[in-house]
């Protein structure tokens, strides 16, 4: 039987719970905000990146055809575009990687994400170069395979959080 004492014990209590309470949510939110990091790192490694115009020319070189008479004001798009848009947010409740709306590859990014072997199926020269983990469904292969890190983090901020409280 478990008996409560109104008094000074139960305030105390209730302000180490509080206290308890705020550390663990603090807790949460940073190892979600580390989380959201590492898995965008991931991501834009997965991510696959347009060939550079060296990587263009030497493939042109390889296959035998001549280079073709440069157009004025034409140049190449300055690779890396979709990597450069992945972003991350985080807060106590999760995280979230994704492409914002309005970014200059968000068409692209649905395009490449979701429909290999739909709309398209050999990976580019960029993509080729990348290595082999550059492929499609690059922000859900980044979240599965950086479960490990995601766990890690949070029980290393917990560990933080318990020992601030034993401490204060």
Request: aromatic residues 6%.
């Amino acid at each position: 039987m478990v008996e409560i004492v109104i008094g000074r014990d139960v305030t105390v209590a209730k302000g180490f719970l509080e206290r308890a309470s705020a550390e663990v949510k603090a807790a949460v939110r940073r190892a979600n905000i580390a989380s959201a990091k590492a898995v965008k790192k991931t991501a834009k490694l997965y991510c696959p990146i347009s060939p550079t115009q060296a990587q263009v020319n030497a493939a042109r070189k390889a296959e035998g055809k001549r280079r073709q008479k440069h157009r004025k004001g034409f140049h190449r798009k300055r690779p890396g575009d979709l990597m450069r848009s992945i972003d991350a947010k985080a807060d106590g409740n999760g995280f979230s990687v994704f492409i914002p709306q309005g970014a200059k590859a968000q068409a692209y990014a649905k395009y490449i994400h979701d429909q290999k072997g739909v709309k398209w199926f050999k990976r580019g020269l960029g993509t080729v170069a990348k290595g082999p983990q550059a492929d499609e469904k690059f922000i859900s292969r980044a979240v599965r395979d950086s479960n490990r890190t995601i766990l890690h983090n949070l029980d290393v901020e917990i560990a933080k959080a318990a020992r601030n409280l034993n401490n204060g």
